[in-house]
């Protein structure tokens, strides 16, 4: 759907952004830079925005076939091919730069505890070492996905208004009777806090099949005026409250986003669905997953390293981080999307994945002599698969083998 991955892009980018300036300005969660680098302060809601992205762009083919998802361990299966390879990979130089370079955290270097709670994505269950402060997402991602399948049943059965109250009164009747109605997060089991989030994008993915007059609403004001009260609080309040009172945070900001998610699902506003359309967005949300996963060591290598030999701390330390760092990690990513996770993206099996490397180096060409079929005495047709964002062709969308293009001179038959 047209904008959704320029949003991943931008809000990945957010995300390297407040990295860059928390690598250089110390006593988070309060603000020691410019106070007009303040707003660079808040990559949790980055991190939230993509969760209610996710449950939005999973859920948009389930809403169009009845909410109905096609199949639990087909669901899982791609889920894990699109998301382990290139987890792992730069789990892998994590590892390595934390080890070898620069500490990932003030927990101390990864641990053989940390391959096995992060290489096995529980790190939302198990504490260890981290090797990559990003990855903490990963798991609830994970998460999310084991329990997405219950949720859309629960959306078909009882409609969405069951779905969306019931989960999130769960999680606010838990607030309410923390002490002093301000939960404490730790670094492990954020998941059922943020479980709303993603059940807000579940139900925000309706809109895709609702009728015409709802889909023609101002979503884009309907999400510029839930979002006013939440950034007006937190510039009342400040970063240090804002920060610590995210629980409640998160909840009163997922309306909003889910409204702007909304808009741009039905195309609006003009300016902003021209703005996602232009290819510098295009391709940023086309590697966002691989920038999210590696920008974090990349950063801190230049932040950590590199600036202290050539700058002085404070504002110095940042423009220098952002002007090598963040180019850096944008190349990084693109490089590390072309080898961990474009051909996972474009194949959908083992077969097809090694399949389609061995025709990229072998090569196809008018020198190779093309196989011809005995009964007909006519070039046997290639067949390519065509996957589109979720790994299927064309309206199949599950990566049917029976949905291929055809090329050749022979007559188009079912593979």
Not at 5 to 11: F, H, S
Not at 84 to 94: H, K
Not at 148 to 169: C, D, K, N, S
Not at 226 to 252: E, N
């Amino acid at each position: 759907m047209l904008g959704l991955d320029g949003l991943r892009g931008l809000a990945a980018l957010y995300v390297v952004l407040f990295h860059c300036w928390l690598l250089t300005f110390p006593g988070f969660p309060d603000n020691s830079g410019p106070a007009w680098l303040g707003w660079l302060m808040y990559g949790r809601i980055a991190v939230v925005f993509f969760l209610v992205l996710s449950g939005f762009s999973l859920a948009i083919s389930p809403a169009r076939h009845g909410w109905r998802l096609g199949g639990v361990a087909q669901f899982m299966r791609r889920r894990a091919w699109r998301i382990l390879p290139p987890y792992w990979a730069a789990l892998a130089l994590s590892l390595t730069v934390a080890w070898f370079v620069v500490p990932a955290s003030h927990f101390g270097p990864p641990s053989s505890t940390s391959i096995v709670v992060y290489g096995l994505v529980v790190q939302d269950i198990f504490s260890a070492p981290t090797p990559n402060g990003a990855f903490w997402s990963i798991g609830v991602e994970a998460e999310l996905y084991l329990v997405f399948p219950f949720l859309l049943l629960i959306r078909r059965r009882l409609g969405a208004v069951v779905l969306g109250a019931g989960v999130t009164l769960l999680v606010v009747a838990r607030g309410v009777l923390a002490a002093n109605a301000s939960p404490v997060e730790g670094v492990n089991w954020l998941t059922p806090n943020l479980a709303p989030v993603f059940v807000a994008g579940v139900v925000g993915a309706g809109v895709i099949v609702a009728p015409e007059r709802v889909r023609r609403l101002p979503w884009h004001w309907l999400a510029a005026l839930a979002a006013t009260p939440v950034l007006s609080l937190a510039v009342i309040k400040g970063s240090a409250w804002t920060v610590d009172h995210y629980f409640w945070v998160d909840l009163a900001v997922v309306p909003a986003m889910t409204m702007l998610l909304a808009a741009v699902a039905t195309g609006r506003p003009g300016f902003l669905m021209r703005l996602l359309a232009t290819r510098p967005i295009r391709s940023l949300g086309n590697v966002s997953y691989s920038l999210y996963l590696i920008h974090l060591p990349i950063i801190m290598i230049v932040a950590r390293k590199i600036a202290p030999e050539y700058v002085s701390p404070g504002l110095p330390t940042f423009w220098f981080t952002l002007l090598l760092g963040l180019p850096a990690s944008v190349l990084g990513a693109w490089l590390f999307a072309e080898v961990f996770e474009m051909p996972f993206k474009r194949n959908r099996s083992w077969k097809s994945l090694l399949s389609a490397q061995r025709s990229r180096w072998v090569g196809t060409g008018s020198s190779v002599r093309q196989p011809r079929d005995p009964a007909k005495r006519q070039p046997i047709k290639a067949v390519e698969p065509c996957p589109d964002q979720w790994g299927g062709c064309g309206s199949g969308g599950d990566g049917d083998p029976s949905a291929i293009r055809s090329y050749g001179t022979a007559p188009r038959s079912r593979a």
